[in-house]
């Protein structure tokens, strides 16, 4: 089979305006970027319209999770892209909801971020690399903020902000791990103040978060000024606002906002618009783009980062509970190999069939059937990402297990087939969707103390026995708690690799303690990040990064990224 | 008047599309931005279509220069857009080709830069905030390659990378005094190797310089495997190509490298593309776009960076040198307030009549147009950008000085008037371009010593008496000679405001020695960069900075930047 890039590369796309029209969307509204990407500017309608558009009932919204990620690999963006392409192959009208990928990963380790096989969304190369420069758009107005401080200090500091309390720091889209602790303002008076600071990569920033959960531009505004960078020598906290820095940030975002379209090989639509971490902010697509689609279509299909422990979890408790969005079926991406792997198998050997080993890394599945099922309150559904090394008998232990608790499990192909591998998902989404069992469920209430919220998550979807943090730590959600800001969601940070905060215990470990190592009140995006143990928010290359082999061929055409 | 925003909003623009018609170009090679912006891929067109367009003979090209900037304003690029707008009212075809501006100014205190008045280049707010990207791109493959001189020094340094000996800084597209000098790579061994490093804007990236001087993405390629980023421990020079960062870097700057159309005002073609910084770098756009201008009409109008001893000199210098690019005539912009300004009156006097201090000031101007004629061999008529304070009695002072050196003063009422206050000024370049008396001289030849080029360019178009560096730097200099550098031509990096290298010496200072601070080799971009006293690669945002006051309004319309 061709690569991915090969096959994006070989794609007959549609015009972005056919696609558009295929939404019945006017052509005013298709602000192109080239001829395959454009941004939708729903403003250009007529009240008229936009009230003819927004007063539709919504669409059916399918949320995309998984298992907890091993080197094996399972497909959550893919098995997104097959099943917007099968829902319409079976004659449902269905568009999907993905992330922007980020730069420093596709230069890094990672590669592209765009689905894979015949299950993509194209153009590919742009969607990795620039796409319509939103990344770019939120990394310069983190960082003009961010300037604003210092000069702020360095011009009379009329606000008394504490150098040495400035939690704002900078942002790279890139991996770049020299950054993260740095020293800046050296060289004398006239280059500013000097104090301690750090990069976080793009994804990573509180702005991310709240472009990602903001309602409209005003809503945007409001956020952004809401945004506290650190405290004043009097211990009052600082805002953006406080800077009037609020406006211009809102400016570099206003053609950001508007959602991204693109198209799946198959020519479903796709929004492709913000793209928070999973692990430091909430990991899900735009608010807005994600309502436009439910006005757009009747089936949307959208997923949330890593397993459905951090990506799930934040699309339920921050996302849903502060928009009333309600996802109607879930699906759980697995695959045999990666089970295996939860199992003990090294990941050169999960290609060979291990029943014992299968059954073992099944408790992962179960565990996160259990937290959809009962803790999120979703009927989910099982997709199996085939690959051709798995056997019947180890499909028939997968159904076997998921059936003792009531959950269908289906196999998909849509990575060697495209759109027709996946229409027994298509099928049986529709089949749950109509019988119409899902009951959303919150881990935690609002009024749960933050502590509470965190000690909730832990062990109801960790599986954990209890929380623990430093006296210093306890004493900053504390003060949060005093501030007002208890009522905000909590945003965890922890590995996507293991339930528990280690990264090596695969399988469904309990009985854990789940640290906080640190706190960070984000009072723009309204949630608290709680950090356990040693997460890294900016991320480094490899000894040998794929930086090396991305490249132009003789004929000017992009290789190496895949 | 209405502000230059409101002019901007209120403008009848066409379709991008309609003005690529106007081209003669056809629709394929026309990637959009939005409506108004669109990137031309000329790669799209056939062989047979690329050929017949790059087999025409080329238009005329007329470069817009200035005296040295004031405070007092001068208007360089409203001249660009009013004269290519006139020669297009005059019954010429005409388009312009101008420097994207930098978003760090436009959120300082420098505002935008796309004209002004009623002549402007739109969509304005665009073109001054993301535009199409291509800052951020530029951006993004500078700091890949840092990141990957970090992580080449941190996963054993295979090529033996002197820390203390890396020149490759990292950059930001906005002022931030805080970065200029930084210690990177603190808090242990997962972070790096502690170092100093440094950022720039980005406009003062090498990288930027190169994309701007670049003929195809193959010499881009080259170009940017080329660049020294430092020394080994045993000496040696290490370029991006050691690294295997020049095609991932190209590939970032793909599309980025295909030229920007916008159009004025009044619909003349406008590509921007590219802006180096006039003092670091050479201040002039794109050659990919200059050619593609030359290739699609009669008449091109370009600018180079502040006044003609700094862009103008580089543009013959650098550009053409390298590329066979030839103006046919030269335009140089003046205000009488200006003039004034140089004769020594304060900028709030400068509205008032004062034959004694423009007397004085018109030494700038005298200066300006000896190196134009004498030592760039160009014929030059100079522009007054009238305002209302100016006088008869003035107007005739500038004309009769300017007839003894047998130069035509012609005003010009473009930013009041648009294209039509400009025809006198086009009817004039017309003449002399038909007249045919320009021929091109440089400064200095290949074959000088870089020392030699230095007092070139010091003696000649500065007036000094002589240039002088530091023992440390004098050999830094002879090294790159012995090293096999001495035929690159120099790109000068000093004030603006001066013909000497003390911005507070206006008029036109002589006897004064330039003091060489700072050498940096551009082996990519193929010159020597000479910083002559303390020129700052980082700007600072100023005590009250524009940011404070861009912002939407009730209706998401962007108010504030002007």
């Known amino acids: 089979m061709p690569s991915d890039i090969e096959i994006a590369q070989q794609a007959q796309m549609k015009k972005i305006t056919e696609i558009a029209a295929s939404l019945g969307l006017p052509a005013d509204v298709v602000e192109q970027y080239g001829h395959y990407k454009a941004k939708l500017d729903m403003a250009s309608l007529s009240t008229a319209q936009q009230n003819e558009i927004f007063s539709r ?11 907890s990620p091993t080197p094996a690999g399972e497909g959550k963006t893919t098995t997104t892209v097959g099943l917007g392409d099968a829902l319409n192959r079976i004659g449902k009208q269905a568009m999907i909801c993905l992330r922007e990928p980020c730069m420093g990963p596709v230069f890094g380790s990672k590669g592209g971020a765009a689905g894979g096989g015949y299950a993509q969304v194209v153009p590919m190369e742009d969607i990795n690399l620039h796409f319509t420069g939103d990344f770019s758009a939120i990394a310069f107005a983190h960082n003009l903020l961010s300037s604003m401080i210092d000069n702020h200090i360095h011009q009379g500091n009329a606000l008394g902000i ?61 956020r952004l000024g809401n945004i506290v960078i650190g405290y004043s020598f009097e211990g009052q906290p600082i805002t953006a ?7 211009a940030m809102t400016v570099l975002l206003k053609n950001a906002l508007k959602p991204n379209l693109v198209q799946t090989l198959e020519h479903t639509p796709a929004f492709i618009h913000g793209g928070p971490f999973a692990n430091i902010a909430h990991g899900c697509n735009s608010v807005i783009s994600t309502r436009l689609a439910l006005k757009l279509a009747e089936y949307v299909v959208t997923e949330a980062g890593f397993g459905a422990d951090l990506g799930a979890e934040k699309f339920i408790d921050i996302k849903c509970r502060k928009t009333g969005l309600r996802p109607d079926a879930c699906v759980i991406v697995a695959t045999i190999r990666a089970l295996k792997y939860h199992g003990g198998v090294d990941v050169k050997d999960c290609s060979q069939e291990n029943l014992v080993a299968l059954k073992a890394g099944l408790v992962n599945l179960e565990k996160h059937v259990e937290n959809i099922t009962q803790h999120y309150g979703l ?31 289906v196999l998909a192909e849509h990575w060697a087939s495209g759109g027709a591998g ?27 103390t933050l502590w509470e919220k965190m000690r909730k998550v832990a062990t109801k979807i960790y599986g954990a026995a209890d929380i623990a943090a430093s006296r210093k730590i306890k004493t900053q959600i504390e003060k949060l708690q005093a501030d007002g800001y208890g009522h905000y969601p909590i945003c965890i940070a922890k590995t996507q690799s293991s339930f528990a905060s280690d990264p090596t215990l695969s399988g469904a470990p309990t009985g854990h303690i789940v640290t ?7 009072a723009g995006a309204e949630f608290i990040v709680m950090i356990c143990d040693d997460m890294v928010t900016m991320p480094g290359l490899p000894k040998d990064p794929c930086a090396t082999r991305i490249d132009i061929d003789a004929d000017g055409k992009v290789v190496g990224i895949f």
């Open 57 to 67: 009932p919504d669409g059916k919204l399918i949320l995309v999770t998984a298992i």
């Open 516 to 522: 906080i190592q640190q706190v960070r009140l984000c």
């Open 162 to 222: 504490d150098p040495s309390q400035v939690s704002w720091k900078r942002v790279m889209e890139l991996n770049d791990r020299a950054l993260r602790q740095v020293v800046i303002g050296l060289g004398g008076k006239a280059n500013g103040q000097t104090r301690e600071d750090g990069f976080d990569i793009v994804v990573a920033s509180e702005v991310m978060a709240i472009f990602c959960l903001a309602e409209n531009l005003n809503d945007l505004k409001q």
């Open 379 to 409: 009927h989910c559904i099982v997709s199996i990402n085939q690959f051709t090394t798995d056997t019947e008998a180890e499909f028939a232990v997968v159904s076997e297990c998921m059936a003792s608790l009531g959950v269908k499990v």
């Open 422 to 448: 996946a229409e027994r998902l298509a099928n049986e989404v529709v089949k749950q969707i109509e019988a119409n069992t899902s009951k959303l469920k919150y881990v935690y209430d609002d009024t749960d």
């Open 241 to 247: 606002r406080d800077l009037k820095a609020d406006g």
